[in-house]
């Protein structure tokens, strides 16, 4: 059961990174994500049903627009790999457990929030907003199918106490800690509280450390300076993903009582 829903996400999860490209382009651009159908944004021409195949579209039109012939990004096939790589990963942690579906969405919206965040320095309500009331919807349904209630009441006191963490930080330093990383703070502890109290404490410290050293690395590299902004957002998902997969394993190396 275990491979079968890990290869079942992977198959789900190329799909799903299709729809986070049109998401990724059209939510920074306030555009609808309904309509019109993709289309080249060069062109404008609409891309039919062959040139649409996750990552096998790509290849075969070897990264141009069929009608035009301008450049398609690589980022395409690289959040398509990527989402399907996150939701087989998910699929494998969570595949007997009523939570997997709320994880699942968790994976789809960061992948879409670090990119826009690394593109555009934005956290867009539109997706975070949507994904506390999906998180809430989901592991309160999964709390019900599991007798958790606990479990739940954890989740939202995690996302609280994430919020409130980083909402102090923001009003000692508003230009270090932008109100998106906050709103987004909330969505991480709740998921991160479903599991447990280690791992938001976890997810939130391998966020700041994550974001400590690559920006230490590109001002090291020249590549930034210490007046350039870092999105963060990017850091705070890569953390919480972290122990959201591995945190159990990694909170088992502490020496409790030592």
Request: overall charge positive; hydrophobic content about 55%; charged content about 10%.
């Amino acid at each position: 059961m275990q491979l079968f829903v890990t290869v079942a996400c992977v198959v789900l999860g190329l799909a799903v990174g299709s729809f986070l490209n049109v998401v990724i382009w059209r939510v920074p651009r306030h555009e609808s994500i309904v309509a019109p159908p993709s289309h080249c944004p060069g062109c404008d021409a609409l891309i039919s049903p062959r040139d649409n195949v996750p990552v096998f579209s790509w290849l075969v039109l070897r990264g141009r627009c069929r009608n035009c012939g301008e450049p398609i990004p690589i980022r395409y096939p690289m959040v398509e790999v990527g989402c399907a790589l996150l939701w087989g990963v998910i699929g494998y942690t969570f595949a007997d457990s009523w939570a997997l579906p709320a994880y699942l969405v968790l994976a789809a919206a960061l992948l879409a929030l670090s990119v826009i965040d690394l593109e555009h320095y934005l956290l867009p309500n539109r997706i975070v907003y949507p994904l506390a009331g999906a998180g809430l919807v989901l592991l309160g349904a999964a709390a019900l199918a599991q007798g958790a209630g606990d479990s739940f009441v954890r989740a939202v006191l995690g996302g609280l106490a994430a919020f409130g963490m980083l909402l102090v930080l923001h009003l000692v330093s508003p230009r270090g800690m932008g109100f998106g990383d906050v709103k987004l703070a909330f969505v991480l502890g709740l998921y991160l509280g479903w599991l447990g109290w280690g791992e938001v404490l976890l997810g939130l410290f391998l966020g700041f450390f994550l974001g400590a050293l690559i920006g230490v690395a590109l001002i090291v590299t020249h590549l930034r300076s210490r007046k350039d902004h870092v999105p963060f957002g990017p850091f705070l998902a890569a953390g919480t993903l972290i122990a959201i997969v591995w945190g159990p394993a990694i909170l088992s190396w502490y020496p409790q009582g030592r």
